[in-house]
Every structure is written in C-alpha cells, then in structure tokens.
C-alpha cells in the first residue's frame, strides 16, 4: 500500500499541505488534542500523541516536525506526511529475540506482538538529525529512551555503542481507519541479556523466541503482528539472525533506503 497522493512533499511546501506541521525541528509545536479524534482512549496514551515526531522528505532528510498525533492520522498518511522511526532488535546470550505485545490501551495497533520496541525519535536535540550518522545517533539516544519507559530495561544495560545499525525501511500501513503509519524505520539490533521491568501501560506481555518459535508464532492464526515486523520478518529478519554472530558486517550502515510501499 502507498500513499494515495502523488505530491511529493518538500520543505517548501509542507506547511502549506499540513498547516499543523511546524517547519522547525523544536519543542514547541501545534499540538492536536483539542479535538474528538483522541476521544475515549487512555489518558496516557492520550498524552503522548502529544510528543514531537520528525516529519520527513522522501529522501530521509528532517522538513519540520508535528504531534505524534498528526502523524498517524490516515487522513494526513493519505496525502503523503512522512516521519521517522525506528525498530530495536534485542536479543538475549541465548540468540533468542524479545518480542513484545502491545498494550490494549495503544490507540494505534492495540494488542498485537511486535519486535522489542518500536517508536520515533523526537524533534528534540540530540535526537534529530539531517545526515545519516547524525541522524542514527538520534535514534539510537530514542531507543534507550523508550526501552526503558516501555520495557524498564536500564541505559546501562543497552549502551549506545552496542546498538547496530542496519538499514532503513519505507512503509506505509493503516491500523484501521483513523490511524496508521507512514515511516521509515531504522532497524536497530542489539545483543543484551537485560531485567525487565514492564510498563503495562506499553506491553501486555513479553515472550523470548528463536527463530524456529518465531516461525511458529506466525503460523498462529490467533495471533496478530504489527504490518512493519510482519513485513521485515518476510522479507529481511531471519537472515540477519543467521549472522548474528558472524558476518551481520555485511547487512549494517545501508545507505539505501529499503522502499516497501
């Protein structure tokens, strides 16, 4: 699926398709909660759907930033609004991957197993950033940032030089009919044996897996996965896993951007 707009979005005009986009990266924002969209989810979540996401150009290249809000609503995803993301990989000594489920409370992909932690860096110094290294130490400074809120794991624990970089995925995917995503991701591994402590409020439950459970988790029909680690699993994850431990060189610091949509 893609966008059904085929206006390319710049820096020059951006503001002037999603007056709500701010054309600066910066704290400060036009935040969106004022109206009925946010009505009757969880006030948490609510709360969040307040945070700055770095709204983006085909190219990866930072044009201004938005609510998280006005990023996922398909409204805006339709008409072409990009930002960026980011997918942790994070596996036990035992080579075994966590998985997590989403909490009920998500206003969007409620309840569906995913990869370790998915979220976006924010508009903010430290995590933006308009070239590639720059901007994976963005992501990286995010990923600690949200293991801990969303998982409890400790920034000692995941040390930013022990994350690994590997590529960048374009997709789009609708949730249901208000909200989705439209990203690209950069996909992140990490090796850590780490203590949990979960945010019930993020995940309802956390499950470590090979990649033969991982297979069999898919064949599950009661099982649901969000659209982007279904769409690596498919096409990218098991084998990267395979080299987890010998020759993952190959796969990191992709400079081409994987388009999926």
Same mark, same amino acid.
């Given at each position: 699926?893609?966008?059904?707009?085929?206006?390319?979005?710049?820096?020059?005009?951006?503001?002037?398709?999603?007056?709500?986009?701010?054309?600066?990266?910066?704290?400060?924002?036009?935040?969106?909660?004022?109206?009925?969209?946010?009505?009757?989810?969880?006030?948490?979540?609510?709360?969040?759907?307040?945070?700055?996401?770095?709204?983006?150009?085909?190219?990866?290249?930072?044009?201004?930033?938005?609510?998280?809000?006005?990023?996922?609503?398909?409204?805006?995803?339709?008409?072409?609004?990009?930002?960026?993301?980011?997918?942790?990989?994070?596996?036990?000594?035992?080579?075994?991957?966590?998985?997590?489920?989403?909490?009920?409370?998500?206003?969007?992909?409620?309840?569906?197993?995913?990869?370790?932690?998915?979220?976006?860096?924010?508009?903010?110094?430290?995590?933006?950033?308009?070239?590639?290294?720059?901007?994976?130490?963005?992501?990286?400074?995010?990923?600690?940032?949200?293991? @801990?809120?969303?998982?409890?794991?400790?920034?000692?624990?995941?040390?930013?030089?022990?994350?690994?970089?590997?590529?960048?995925?374009?997709?789009?995917?609708?949730?249901?009919?208000?909200?989705?995503?439209?990203?690209?991701?950069?996909?992140?591994?990490?090796?850590?044996?780490?203590?949990?402590?979960?945010?019930?409020?993020?995940?309802?439950?956390?499950?470590?897996?090979?990649?033969?459970?991982?297979?069999?988790?898919?064949?599950?029909?009661?099982?649901?996965?969000?659209?982007?680690?279904?769409?690596?699993?498919?096409?990218?994850?098991?084998? @990267?896993?395979?080299?987890?431990?010998?020759?993952?060189?190959?796969?990191?610091?992709?400079?081409?951007?994987?388009?999926?949509?």
């Amino acid at each position: 699926m893609s966008p059904t707009t085929t206006q390319t979005i710049t820096a020059e005009n951006v503001i002037h398709l999603f007056p709500e986009v701010d054309s600066h990266l910066a704290s400060s924002h036009r935040a969106g909660t004022s109206t009925g969209d946010l009505e009757g989810y969880d006030e948490e979540q609510i709360r969040l759907m307040d945070e700055v996401c770095i709204v983006l150009d085909k190219d990866d290249k930072p044009i201004g930033s938005a609510s998280k809000k006005v990023c996922h609503l398909m409204t805006n995803i339709n008409s072409g609004l990009l930002h960026r993301a980011f997918s942790v990989f994070l596996f036990d000594s035992k080579d075994r991957l966590l998985l997590q489920q989403r909490a009920s409370e998500k206003i969007t992909f409620p309840d569906m197993w995913t990869n370790t932690c998915c979220s976006h860096p924010l508009g903010v110094p430290g995590e933006t950033g308009a070239d590639l290294e720059t901007a994976v130490m963005g992501v990286k400074r995010a990923a600690q940032r949200k293991l @801990w809120h969303e998982l409890g794991i400790k920034k000692e624990q995941v040390p930013l030089e022990d994350f690994r970089f590997l590529t960048r995925i374009h997709y789009v995917a609708p949730s249901d009919g208000k909200w989705g995503e439209h990203e690209i991701d950069y996909i992140l591994f990490i090796k850590a044996d780490v203590d949990l402590e979960v945010n019930p409020n993020e995940a309802q439950d956390t499950r470590y897996v090979s990649a033969d459970e991982m297979r069999t988790m898919f064949k599950d029909e009661k099982l649901k996965f969000t659209p982007w680690f279904k769409l690596i699993c498919e096409t990218f994850l098991f084998e @990267w896993w395979e080299h987890l431990n010998g020759g993952l060189e190959m796969y990191m610091n992709d400079t081409e951007i994987k388009r999926m949509c």
